[in-house]
């Protein structure tokens, strides 16, 4: 089975200067990718405040079942929650998520993180998705990455197909090799984990080999920073991209990824 996985920071759905409605635009970007399955961060729930200044471009959905809209099926992990309203992770799926589930992985007060736990049945096959969203501070990556590990090895079988996609927040790669090495995933970005295998992409990520450099995503108008990730197992790596340009650097200060899987 063929699948089209994207991840996308969408800054809440407005512009990063301004905080200009971007929502609408958004949608119909997304719409271009004809994404099986969508990994998103920074979905606002609800903001009262910005639904009340941008009434006529502000939809009454959350932004995750607007985005979902009737082609995807979606589930949404609220991380952070305060006043007048509330922001998290989603995933849109075009097959059925038969489970969700959200764990907290703040780490201080300044900072509400997550990681949504979903199950998509793609036919007779369960695949486990975990959309991420890391902090900014060096410390706190490296215990989310620990609560993440620990959580894919609870709630996903060894055998099963896992997909974890999201905002790292990783711009000096120093999380790859506890992933890799714990849960056998790979990074979609590095071009020649098909053809190398598993030993020599570890070999790789401690010094020994070609440096890998995953993909440039922020700031999207001239993306310098390595923030964001696709990690597979199980999946044969067909393509993998990030898409930059005028369109994109309008929407987000992210810019997305996409990459095209078989089971």
């Not at 920071?9 to 994404?35: D, E, T, W, Y």
């Amino acid at each position: 089975m063929r699948l089209r996985i994207a991840t996308y920071n969408i800054h809440k759905g407005v512009s990063a200067i301004g905080s200009r409605p971007r929502i609408h635009a958004l949608k119909q970007a997304i719409a271009s990718l004809n994404a099986d399955i969508l990994f998103l961060q920074e979905v606002q729930g609800r903001h009262d405040i910005l639904a009340a200044k941008h009434a006529a471009n502000w939809p009454e959905q959350g932004q995750h079942a607007f985005l979902a809209g009737e082609s995807h099926h979606v589930a949404y992990g609220m991380n952070a929650v305060y006043d007048h309203g509330h922001h998290g992770n989603a995933l849109l799926s075009a097959y059925p998520i038969i489970s969700s589930r959200n764990q907290d992985v703040s780490d201080h007060a300044f900072e509400q993180r997550g990681i949504l736990h979903c199950v998509v049945q793609l036919g007779e096959t369960e695949v486990h998705c975990f959309v991420v969203h890391l902090g900014l501070f060096a410390g706190s990556r490296k215990r989310q990455t620990e609560a993440l590990i620990e959580a894919v090895i609870k709630l996903a079988p060894p055998t099963a197909p896992v997909v974890i996609a999201g905002d790292f927040n990783d711009w000096s790669n120093q999380l790859s090799e506890a992933l890799c090495g714990s849960l056998g995933v790979l990074e979609v970005f590095d071009a020649k984990l098909s053809a190398r295998g598993f030993g020599s992409y570890i070999r790789q990520l401690r010094g020994r080999g070609p440096k890998i450099q995953p993909a440039r995503t922020f700031p999207a108008a001239m993306p310098i920073l390595q923030l964001d990730r696709i990690y597979a197992r199980g999946f044969y790596v067909e393509t993998a991209q990030v898409l930059h340009g005028a369109l994109w650097a309008k929407l987000s200060d992210h810019a997305p990824l996409i990459a095209t899987l078989h089971l």
